[in-house]
């Protein structure tokens, strides 16, 4: 195909159309591919959580931990809702600049600084969850090897999140590289 | 911008938007994810808009960097023969059909800068305007498309 035609192609290549009202539709936040998701799970959370916070002062000994302990749990409980809530504003939030350039240069500061609180709110939360619950027991062989297998598992999944997390942000970097190559 | 107008300055420019996506996901089901994010986006975007602008350019902008900017879907079956389904009104020559396959599948072989900028290009936009909407200046469009349109001949050709 000679250069000359790829103008006169692109320009006969026949596209979908769609009503008022779909576009309407999409342009609901309601709708939206990953915000809808993010909204339900956010809900989901809180509602786990409060039952969770409703509860575990007895149903898991709370009562007779100190509450200094207590009061970390509680406050941890936090960090998944915040990170919920980070998720959704990364997400609503794509054009940073006047220019694709400037955008994406933002949007990946901004995808780097909630990478690392996500990974960081995580750990934190699941260290106190596992100081709570092991705070007090008597630490057999058993014990310890249960311990090391949830050690083991928080730090699978730690490597796991950093690998994600890499490959989105590296992916982001390739792009905004382009530009300049 | 009222949401009536809106609603009329996207149907009047969608095509440009499905062409968008159809260069930037492989997948059907990605495609329409796409299409309902560059809306939202270009919705929530609206206040931002200055009249004196050309709404195609803003148009334009906002559709490719919502594209390059929001994340994929990991393991796509890449097929390139898909044609569009839901168009054909009125039958297109296979030659023609042939050609247009053929431009797409050289398109999504380019990275994400050049296909923004041989869109821009393909849309008749002048230099200038591609040089605001991608943040280059004006000569590096000039050089970037001769690149690209290097690379694109080698491509379709062999």
Redesign the interface.
């Known amino acids: 195909?000679e250069?000359d035609?790829?103008?006169t192609?692109?320009?006969?290549?026949?596209?979908?159309?769609?009503?008022?009202e779909t576009?309407?539709l999409?342009?609901?936040?309601k709708?939206?591919?990953?915000l809808k998701d993010i909204k339900k799970q956010f809900i989901i959370e809180i509602i786990g959580w409060s039952i969770f916070l409703a509860c575990f002062y007895f149903i898991f000994d709370g009562h007779q931990k100190p509450i200094w302990l207590n009061t970390l749990l509680v406050s941890s409980v936090v960090f998944p809702i915040v990170h919920n809530a980070m998720s959704y504003q990364i997400s609503?939030?794509?054009?940073l600049?006047?220019?694709?350039?400037?955008?994406?240069k933002n949007?990946i500061r901004k995808v780097k600084n909630y990478a690392l609180l996500s990974i960081l709110l995580r750990q934190i939360y699941l260290l106190c969850f596992l100081l709570f619950f092991s705070f007090g027991l008597n630490f057999n062989s058993e014990r310890y090897i249960i311990l090391a297998v949830i050690i083991l598992f928080f730090l699978i999944q730690l490597l796991i999140s950093i690998k994600t997390w890499s490959n989105?942000l590296s992916?982001?970097r390739?792009?905004l590289l382009?530009?300049d190559? | 911008m009222h949401e009536e107008q809106f609603l009329t300055i996207i149907q009047e420019h969608q095509g440009i938007i499905h062409k968008i996506c159809r260069l930037y996901r492989d997948k059907p089901e990605d495609r329409e994810d796409l299409f309902q994010e560059i809306i939202f986006q270009l919705w929530k975007a609206r206040i931002s808009f200055r009249n004196e602008a050309k709404i195609g350019t803003w148009i334009y902008r906002i559709a490719l960097n919502t594209s390059i900017a929001t994340f994929r879907k990991k393991n796509q079956n890449i097929s390139y023969l898909n044609v569009l389904p839901d168009l054909a009104e009125e039958q297109l020559s296979d030659e023609l059909l042939f050609r247009q396959e053929k431009l797409f599948i050289a398109l999504k072989k380019l990275n994400e800068a050049d296909k923004a900028i041989i869109t821009l290009y393909l849309e008749d936009l002048s230099y200038q305007e591609i040089a605001d909407i991608i943040g280059i200046s004006e000569n590096y469009v000039g050089v970037r498309l001769n690149r690209i349109k290097n690379t694109l001949k080698k491509l379709i050709t062999t």
């Open positions: 195909m250069l035609k790829l103008k192609t692109w320009k006969t290549i026949k596209t979908p159309v769609f009503s008022e576009i309407y999409n342009k609901l936040e709708t939206h591919p990953v609503k939030y794509v054009i600049g006047n220019n694709l350039q400037e955008s994406l949007y989105r992916n982001l390739n792009s382009s530009f190559s």
